[in-house]
């Protein structure tokens, strides 16, 4: 791909305040990629490839439309990029294109504490958000594990989910409202409403848009009156299926907890080993501890897992609670610099999802497709619905050395994929598409489906401006 060239970067910068744009390498080098495993990887090579053109960091709308009206003109690729804390490769960047960072772009604009809605610019990370709501009394409650990473722009682009989603639902169902501009620059405003029959749902078709049909400059999002304390349940039981078929009857018997995760053996030791869980699939509720009725629903929980489960008490829960996001580090840690477990060891996820009858060969197909190469497996229930469940599973692969483990990482990946789609599933929940996700895009939606999307790209944004090569459009993006 062509670099852009000074003269047409001189064009951008004239158009746009002082040090909205930067062209300094250590900026280009860190706007280059997200977390992605694979590129984490390169980077502890020292072989990433090479880095965008330029980072512009508007702070508006307008300078938004601005720096699309200029990529339009030039041709220029545009990557999103909120926190980048995505973890497919969905706002990595090369060169001859350039990298749209939203982070400026941070501010709260309203709290309606009537409707119980909060209008927000996009770039505003998690853990700002929940800040500024907490006066208030309210939460959006979407709480990802990377909160304090990722931004609302990143949720709605890569279709989030967070740990409560449970009792509050993805980051859809908060979505109400939202500005966003097309890749000619025009400014899109959709209303803030609760629901809209004004054909299909325009607010949806950017949840998980991967950041190439517009970008996302404000959004209106659902609140609720932050739980002023959780009370907690942990359950025990002989295996996993038993532990699934019972969080199938609990969701199915609705008892509205906010949080509901089931761990597999490998998952329960990694999660509660150190306050001294004998072993065993454990599962945990988290309710609104004085909400209405909360008692019985408690009670209702408990009875609709069945006889397979045995109690455990609340420390599990609020020791999950205390500890939710400690393996950001500790992935941090593994990947990063320190490369804790030392060369040659990757760490990855894989978040799917399936109809519960589905669900036992879904866990049981990835998991073994994944053993095939893997050197650990664990996986958790982490979303549940009525109708079905996303697993989440961490995987540990090794190789000789940092090189010759991409291969058998390549593998695993694609070998996990092929199981997730023969039991039925989907190959993202959460998580987005990305580089990492966009070959299999095809086998996912089919060949129709796929050409709809590409057909679809292709009506919002003729010249492949945005994000290109993330939705497995024609115009080839990064590797
Ligand atoms: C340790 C760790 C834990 C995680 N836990 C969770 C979790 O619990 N739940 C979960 O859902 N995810 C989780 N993630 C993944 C990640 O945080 C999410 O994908 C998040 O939604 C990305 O947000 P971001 O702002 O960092 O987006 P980025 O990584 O910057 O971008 C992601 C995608 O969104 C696009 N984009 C970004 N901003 C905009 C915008 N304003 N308009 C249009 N497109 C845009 C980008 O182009 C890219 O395609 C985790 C990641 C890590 C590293």
Redesign the pocket.
Known sequence: MRAVSAASIASLLNRLPADTVTIEPDALSEGAH??WTLDLLRLARGDLPDAPDAIASPSSTDEVATVLRWASEAGTPV?????????CG??RAGPGSIVLN?SRMNRVLDVDEVSRVVRVE??IRGDALEAALGPHGLTVGHY???IE???V??????A????ASAGFGAIEDRLLGLT?VTAGGEVLRLRAVPRSAMGPDLRRL?VG????F????EATLACAMAPRELAWDAFGFGSFDVCLDGLRRVMQAEPHALVVRGYDQADATLAFGRMGHPGGPVAIFGFDATSAGVTERRAAAADALGEGAHALGSAYGEHWWAHRND??RT?HRVMGEERMLGSGVVVDTIEVAALWRDVPALYANVRTALLAGAEAVGCHLSHPYPSGASLYFTFLVRGADDRAVEDVYRTAWATAARACLAAGGTLSH???V?LLKAPFLDAELGATGASLLRRMKAAVDPAGIL?PG?LGDERRGPR
């Not at 848009?209 to 190439?212: D, H, K, N, P, V």
């Open positions: 997200d977390r990557v999103p990029r909120g926190g980048g804390s995505g973890v969905a706002a939203l996009a770039g990802p594990q990377s990473l990722s931004t722009g990143g949720w709605i682009a890569a989030s989910a967070g740990q966003a950017l848009s991967e950041g190439a517009a970008v996302v400059t393996t950001v992935y959460h998580h987005g990305g994000n993330k």
